[in-house]
């Protein structure tokens, strides 16, 4: 089945402490993104991938890592995460030609930092 | 830079009745356009989406949109909703051919379904 997979689905943390959430596609798509959704504020972007080792900011990448190490993963990083981090985070991908931009989306993590 | 509004953050209707749900675009030329559906806990699902040609689209789930170019407004109509469309339903936009320009997203309108 093609689909966009994010692990965890769930995470309660506290400040400082490094966490990690992965977001796999099995479509073979070139672009792959992260969005974080807060109420009232709708989906922003917190930073996108071309391709493999191609990566940039979107509107909100502060307080954010990622890496595209291969095709089909992109993990996003929170080297010390804080409370107004807190959100439910969606990766997405998007297949290549002229309907790259129909983005297919994870399941969502949502994460708590206390 | 473009925008989206969607201006009704909530609508309720009863079951069988018909609904439009608003979005209306800010940009100097015609963008894609999208309409996802986020399902309470799930990610968002393409529901349908306007590049150029036919300016009424059809979509999944019964769904269908028109766009409008004088009016800026790609609308998201359904004749008859079921419980089961109860959800949040976000219009996004694209520059055509924008390379790594990012969906914009309007803030989304929340679906109420009642007996």
């Known amino acids: 089945e093609a689909q966009v997979t994010q692990n965890p689905r769930y995470l309660i943390t506290v400040t400082g402490k490094k966490l990690t959430v992965t977001c796999s596609q099995n479509?073979?798509?070139?672009?792959m993104s992260w969005y974080r959704q807060d109420p009232g504020l709708g989906l922003r972007q917190i930073y996108y991938s071309m391709n493999v080792e191609v990566t940039d900011k979107g509107d909100v990448p502060e307080g954010y890592k990622v890496s595209r190490k291969e095709k089909r993963n992109f993990p996003l990083i929170l080297e010390s995460p804080s409370p107004n981090q807190t959100s439910l985070y969606f990766c997405?991908?998007?297949?290549?030609?002229?309907?790259?931009?129909?983005?297919?989306f994870g399941p969502g993590t949502r994460l708590t930092v206390l | 830079a473009q925008s989206v509004t969607q201006p009704d953050i909530h609508i309720t209707v009863s079951e069988g009745a018909s609904l439009e749900l608003r979005c209306n675009y800010s940009?100097?030329?015609?963008?894609?356009l999208f309409w996802y559906v986020q399902s309470p806990g799930q990610g968002l699902q393409l529901l349908l989406k306007?590049?150029?040609?036919?300016?009424l689209v059809q979509g999944i789930k019964g769904f269908e949109a028109e766009f409008k170019r004088s009016q800026s407004s790609f609308n998201l109509r359904k004749p008859s909703v079921h419980w089961s469309d109860a959800a949040e339903y976000f219009c996004a936009v694209v520059r055509p051919n924008s390379g790594n320009t990012p969906l914009v997203f309007g803030k989304g309108t929340r679906l109420s379904v009642i007996a």
């Open positions: 940009y100097g030329a015609t963008p894609y």
């Open positions: 306007y590049f150029s040609g036919d300016t």
């Open positions: 479509m073979n798509h070139e672009y």
């Open positions: 997405a991908s998007s297949p290549p030609g002229p309907s790259y931009n129909e983005q297919f």
